[in-house]
């Protein structure tokens, strides 16, 4: 189940229409998709400052319930931002979607594991130099059939946006642990450092990677000198 964030104040007619088509859009990629002003405007009038507070409190009880939080569009409202602060506080797995009419850009995994966020990073991670770290790679910068968890975990070799307080470029070099894929990104483009228990679950799932990431036997025999 996922919560269907996007803003209702202002353009009401056209924000309802909006939120009708991202759940439509997401409910034809195999997800049940819920928007709460879609529900609760049936009874609660966004317009009457007590019947909002209600709906927005229905809102969070909703998405206390959920699987993921999809915040829809690069515009926020107050209850968008409410709801994304609620999600971090209980956990909420939460994807943002900067081109919703567009479903090459939702959060579905190409296979049965979930895709990573933020909450699968290391806290604080994002304050920290990335070079010769894990990082975790957001998932609309991989094409959809590639978007795993699998393809999101990388390694950063080098680049200035390593640092976290380098401000004339934020690019970072990024070379795939299994793959040897390469990719150049910016800092912005992936959460942080993945938890100690996210590459567990990572190795688990994927046996290829946890090979890749054992490390090399020493030779047998006397070591040269």
């Not at 353009?11 to 879609?38: R, T």
């Amino acid at each position: 189940m996922v919560y269907i964030a996007s803003p209702l104040c202002g353009d009401y007619n056209s924000n309802i229409k909006n939120a009708v088509e991202y759940c439509s859009l997401a409910g034809d990629q195999g997800v049940v998709p819920l928007a709460p002003h879609i529900i609760f405007s049936q009874w609660c009038n966004d317009t009457i400052p007590e019947q909002r507070e209600k709906g927005l409190q229905l809102g969070l009880a909703l998405l206390e319930k959920v699987d993921e939080l999809w915040v829809m569009g690069t515009q926020y409202s107050q209850g968008m931002q409410g709801e994304v602060e609620f999600a971090y506080d209980h956990k909420i797995p939460t994807f943002y979607i900067t081109h919703p009419h567009d479903p090459a850009y939702y959060p579905i995994s190409a296979d049965e594991n979930r895709l990573l966020t933020s909450l699968d990073c290391t806290p604080e991670s994002r304050q920290e130099s990335y070079e010769g770290q894990f990082v975790v790679l957001r998932h609309e910068h991989l094409k959809p059939e590639y978007r795993t968890p699998r393809n999101q975990i990388w390694t950063v070799t080098h680049g200035p946006g390593c640092r976290p307080d380098y401000v004339h470029s934020d690019t970072i070099h990024l070379t795939h642990p299994v793959d040897g894929d390469r990719m150049v990104v910016g800092r912005g483009d992936v959460w942080g450092v993945p938890a100690p228990e996210t590459m567990d679950c990572i190795r688990q799932a994927y046996p290829e990677f946890d090979a890749a990431l054992q490390p090399a036997a020493e030779p047998e025999g006397e070591l040269c000198r």
